[in-house]
């Protein structure tokens, strides 16, 4: 498994933006797609972003799409995720985690999680 760690969280304003960082050791980071998840107390952890494990692919939430953007440096162990024109609906743990195919991501097929970072979005 690869060891996952966030940050990067705080407490914004409506339309303010936040970068999450993700750094990840252990197993060889480029062998892995990545992908950002968030969850609110009483709901369940749901899909934000995804990314390949080259970077070359990405996928969103229709809920995030265009305002967030999802990258990675193979050479920094690094997955990032660009939150722009944050709202309150965006609040939430953000958790990032590693597959081992990009198709993965989107079903939930992980083979490790971060311990989370919180956003909180203040109207």
């Known amino acids: 498994q690869v060891q996952l760690v966030e940050s990067g969280g705080g407490l914004v304003q409506a339309g303010d933006s936040l970068r999450l960082s993700c750094a990840a050791s252990g197993r060889i980071f480029s062998s892995y797609a990545m992908g950002w998840f968030r969850q609110v107390p009483g709901k369940e952890r749901e899909f934000v972003a995804g990314?390949?494990?080259?970077?070359?692919?990405?996928v969103y939430a229709d809920s995030v799409k265009g305002r967030f953007a999802v990258s990675r440096d193979n050479a920094k162990n690094t997955v990032y995720l660009q939150m722009n024109s944050l709202k309150p609906e965006d609040t939430g743990v953000y958790f990032c985690?590693?597959?081992?195919?990009?198709?993965?991501?989107?079903?939930?097929?992980?083979?490790?999680w971060g311990q989370g970072t919180q956003v909180t979005v203040s109207s």
């Open positions: 990314i390949s494990r080259s970077g070359s692919n990405t």
């Open positions: 985690a590693a597959a081992w195919t990009y198709g993965d991501i989107t079903k939930r097929n992980l083979d490790s």
